[in-house]
């Protein structure tokens, strides 16, 4: 009789926090399901929320925010642009013919060189908005060096690098919630509770969000090496590259597993290891014309801005 009135009972509902900690594991299961595309280059797994559409046009507006700035001078020196575009406009030539092939032919590319010889930078958004500015010109030191720079920064757009981040981001919100939602029902105090948080952000931050970062700049070392050679630059030009920019940061990086981006010598060591490949489509390719790219002013004129903008 006590069988049949257990086997009768109703069976017991979970807890509530259990049901929502099960329910949000099964949406971020889900979201991975239907988020997962493949690098064409590295065959890595690629975890993407956010359409093309809607990163382009963030992209395009930031563009515009940046070339608006009354601090920000855009360059109308034909011997700073020249160069700039006449590399860049090899590099979309070759992205239009690679893997990428049909994301490139689909971006509106747009360059601007920007007159700051302070700020050692130069990066592409999705949609494929360029800026340079002048102050990586010693860095680069010649169109080759240039090309390997764009190379890389037109592979995060072409990657969708910043799409990924912002997946990763928008999960690692929805996690730390989940979490909040645990620590909550285990009746901790508001001060543990908020430690508690604090240390999971960070093992998030340094353990996913950014080895995943240092993922994609060594992506973009790598596919961009190959565009620079596959457009008739010298890839040897890019171990020389790094090296001067090793020179040029003076051993102030941060400890590698702390940084998003892979110390300088790992990078050389990496592109060393790729140079075959790379060296096999420079054999291949009509060879660019390389030239030593302008010289800049030891300090800038007033009216130059000295911040930077960029990936």
Request: aromatic share 6%; hydrophobic share 45%; with cysteine.
């Amino acid at each position: 009789m006590s069988k049949m009135s257990d086997m009768n009972r109703a069976p017991r509902r979970l807890p509530l926090v259990c049901r929502l900690v099960l329910g949000s594991c099964a949406w971020m299961l889900w979201i991975v399901v239907i988020g997962c595309a493949t690098n064409p280059y590295t065959q890595r797994t690629q975890f993407v929320l956010v359409p093309d559409s809607f990163l382009n046009e963030i992209a395009a507006q930031q563009y515009e925010q940046v070339l608006s700035d009354p601090k920000i001078v855009i360059s109308q020196d034909p011997r700073e642009v020249e160069p700039v575009k006449r590399v860049a406009a090899r590099i979309i030539e070759a992205a239009k013919h690679s893997k990428y092939a049909e994301t490139a032919k689909q971006f509106d590319w747009e360059v601007t060189v920007i007159k700051d010889d302070q700020t050692k930078n130069a990066w592409a958004l999705p949609g494929g908005k360029i800026a340079v500015y002048t102050g990586m010109f010693p860095i680069a030191k010649n169109e080759a060096g240039l090309a390997v720079v764009l190379g890389h920064e037109v592979v995060h757009a072409l990657a969708k690098h910043g799409a990924e981040r912002m997946s990763q981001a928008l999960v690692a919100q929805f996690g730390m919630a989940a979490a909040s939602i645990v620590l909550s029902a285990q009746g901790l105090s508001p001060e543990l509770h908020r430690l508690a948080l604090q240390a999971i952000g960070l093992g998030a931050q340094v353990g996913v969000i950014l080895p995943f970062s240092r993922r994609h700049e060594s992506e973009a070392d790598y596919v961009g090496l190959l565009l620079a050679a596959q457009a008739g630059y010298d890839p040897r030009e890019a171990v020389r590259l790094w090296e001067r920019m090793a020179q040029a940061s003076q051993g102030r990086e941060p400890p590698e597993f702390l940084s998003t981006h892979p110390s300088h010598q790992t990078r050389i060591a990496d592109l060393q290891r790729w140079m075959p490949e790379a060296l096999v489509l420079y054999q291949q390719a009509p060879k660019a014309p390389v030239a030593d790219l302008p010289s800049i002013s030891a300090d800038p004129p007033p009216s130059v801005s000295r911040s930077a903008n960029g990936q």
